[in-house]
């Protein structure tokens, strides 16, 4: 089993930034890539960001540009910033990570294990 606790969440300004973080523990020797997925009151859960183990990165046409995701695999961790925040991007953000990379059905319902989420609002 694998646990992923996100914090870095809050309220920001459009046009602002916020760093999110994602903590891996138990089972994480499992894990190749993680990802960040994002759900707004209303929509289906979409895909936002991942990165493999050796640092290969894939981003959602939304958000490229603007996010950044990096992990520190000493820490078993991962991070999300975000930059030019818009109101569009407001919603729950969920950590996620599995063993393989982020294709195909994954793409959409990403592996087994999730955070919590952690509410993100950007307002106009």
């Known amino acids: 089993q694998v646990q992923l606790v996100e914090s870095g969440g809050g309220l920001v300004q459009s046009g602002g930034s916020l760093r999110l973080s994602c903590a891996a523990s138990?089972?994480?020797?499992?894990?190749?890539?993680m990802g960040w997925f994002r759900q707004a009151p209303g929509d289906e859960r979409e895909f936002v960001a991942s990165?493999?183990?050796?640092?290969?990165?894939k981003y959602a046409a939304s958000v490229k540009g603007r996010f950044t995701i990096s992990r520190d695999n000493a820490k078993n961790t991962v991070y999300l910033q975000m930059n030019s925040l818009k109101p569009e991007d407001t919603a729950v953000y969920y950590c996620?990570?599995?063993?393989?990379?982020?294709?195909?059905?994954?793409?959409?319902?990403?592996?087994?294990?999730w955070g919590q989420g952690t509410q993100v609002t950007v307002s106009s």
């Open positions: 990165i493999t183990s050796n640092s290969a990165t």
């Open positions: 138990g089972s994480i020797f499992t894990i190749n890539a």
């Open positions: 996620n990570a599995g063993p393989g990379t982020y294709g195909g059905n994954y793409y959409y319902k990403g592996y087994d294990y």
